[in-house]
């Protein structure tokens, strides 16, 4: 490409009273100034996003910003010895997509360090299925391994199921041979037979996950999944079984950790937490080079939907207003 060649961005602007989206001609001269440039495939909308759009949380860091914390494409321009013109490359988190300019455009220049090559066995497309949703719900199932938590330990629990990243973490646990049982909040047997039709084997759905727990209830988890935080990650620990592992990575109900000491030092819980934002590249490509297998093809296509660039300012309300079901793949080239 050209340096005077337009492609199509999003771009983020303050306006007076609130943020403005809209589609944009840019050239790679209107790029910031780093050492890859990349022909970008594919990115993803996640909830962060739908935080950003909505102006809550100050995701957006720098005005005027291309947002996008996920994408997959090939390397045109490259300064860095690690990445050459041809390489099929991923990027995830790094605060990229906030602070720095990220995947909803045609073309990107990123920072080589935040950049990893695309697994062998998987497409870009296929890597944006996974996105940081899936990536992320990688390292949670990892983490559950790694504190000794095997199918044969007993039943795990996924929070936030109809999201990108429990349903994918759904789909990994299932292939892995694990009882899984997927929490929601929707008692429509629709959304349901969703969960089953990726992996969960029960589902769970009770008044009981909107209280308080007690210290201890009855043990019932060997592991857990958790991005939702607050009141629900206070029962799922009260509910472990002895010495269960919980990986814990969002906090869609909230920051608050309304717990007591019980189960820690009582049935010897522990509590993991999982960053996918910042984590080290040598986890960052283990993950990615597991997902290669570790999820099915056909789990993914239940999970993803896709939609071009223009939609996902709409979308973006519809996740954080809670009405979409799955992963949204955006393709920036539709």
Same mark, same amino acid.
């Given at each position: 490409?050209?340096?005077?060649?337009?492609?199509?961005?999003?771009?983020?602007?303050?306006?007076?009273?609130?943020?403005?989206?809209?589609?944009?001609?840019?050239?790679?001269?209107?790029?910031?100034?780093?050492?890859?440039?990349?022909?970008?495939?594919?990115?993803?909308?996640?909830?962060?996003?739908?935080?950003?759009?909505?102006?809550?949380?100050?995701?957006?860091?720098?005005?005027?910003?291309?947002?996008?914390?996920?994408?997959?494409?090939?390397?045109?321009?490259?300064?860095?010895?690690?990445?050459?013109?041809?390489?099929?490359?991923?990027?995830?988190?790094?605060?990229?997509?906030?602070?720095?300019?990220?995947?909803?455009?045609?073309?990107?220049?990123?920072?080589?360090?935040?950049?990893? &090559?695309?697994?062998?066995?998987?497409?870009?497309?296929?890597?944006? #299925?996974?996105?940081?949703?899936?990536?992320?719900?990688?390292?949670?199932?990892?983490?559950?391994?790694?504190?000794?938590?095997?199918?044969?330990?007993?039943?795990?629990?996924?929070?936030?199921?109809?999201?990108?990243?429990?349903?994918?973490?759904?789909?990994?646990?299932?292939?892995?041979?694990?009882?899984?049982?997927?929490?929601?909040?929707?008692?429509?047997?629709?959304? #349901?037979?969703?969960?089953?039709?990726?992996?969960?084997?029960?589902?769970?759905?009770?008044?009981?996950?909107?209280?308080?727990?007690?210290?201890?209830?009855?043990?019932?988890?060997?592991?857990?999944?958790?991005?939702?935080?607050?009141?629900?990650?206070?029962?799922?620990?009260?509910?472990?079984?002895?010495?269960?592992?919980?990986?814990?990575?969002?906090?869609?109900?909230?920051?608050?950790?309304?717990?007591?000491?019980?189960?820690?030092?009582?049935?010897?819980?522990?509590?993991?937490?999982?960053?996918?934002?910042?984590? /080290?590249?040598?986890?960052?490509?283990?993950?990615?080079?597991?997902?290669?297998?570790?999820?099915?093809?056909?789990?993914?296509?239940?999970?993803?939907?896709?939609?071009?660039?223009?939609?996902? /300012?709409?979308?973006?309300?519809?996740?954080?207003?809670? &009405?979409?079901?799955? &992963?949204?793949?955006?393709?920036?080239?539709?």
């Amino acid at each position: 490409m050209a340096k005077n060649d337009f492609f199509k961005a999003l771009v983020v602007e303050k306006g007076e009273n609130e943020l403005v989206a809209s589609l944009k001609q840019l050239t790679v001269t209107d790029l910031p100034d780093e050492d890859v440039l990349i022909q970008v495939d594919y990115s993803t909308l996640n909830y962060k996003e739908g935080l950003g759009f909505a102006n809550r949380n100050k995701i957006f860091r720098i005005f005027p910003i291309v947002p996008g914390v996920d994408l997959a494409g090939t390397v045109v321009e490259s300064k860095s010895p690690e990445f050459k013109p041809g390489d099929k490359v991923i990027l995830n988190g790094w605060s990229v997509g906030e602070r720095y300019w990220g995947g909803y455009a045609q073309m990107a220049k990123i920072k080589s360090d935040f950049l990893i &090559h695309l697994p062998q066995g998987m497409d870009t497309k296929k890597a944006m #299925h996974i996105g940081t949703a899936g990536y992320t719900a990688m390292l949670m199932v990892m983490t559950l391994e790694e504190a000794g938590v095997t199918p044969n330990s007993g039943p795990i629990l996924v929070t936030g199921a109809t999201g990108g990243v429990g349903g994918n973490a759904v789909a990994i646990l299932d292939k892995l041979g694990y009882k899984v049982t997927a929490l929601t909040r929707s008692k429509e047997p629709a959304i #349901h037979d969703y969960l089953k039709k990726i992996g969960a084997q029960e589902v769970a759905c009770g008044e009981e996950w909107s209280k308080a727990p007690a210290p201890l209830e009855s043990q019932k988890w060997a592991g857990a999944v958790d991005n939702v935080g607050s009141v629900v990650l206070a029962r799922i620990l009260a509910e472990m079984k002895y010495g269960g592992c919980v990986a814990a990575c969002g906090l869609a109900a909230g920051y608050d950790l309304p717990t007591t000491v019980m189960p820690f030092i009582l049935r010897g819980v522990s509590l993991r937490g999982v960053d996918s934002v910042s984590c /080290p590249k040598p986890r960052r490509i283990a993950a990615w080079d597991r997902l290669v297998t570790d999820i099915t093809d056909e789990a993914l296509e239940t999970i993803n939907t896709v939609i071009p660039l223009e939609e996902v /300012p709409r979308y973006a309300k519809e996740l954080l207003a809670g &009405h979409i079901t799955g &992963h949204i793949v955006v393709d920036v080239n539709a």
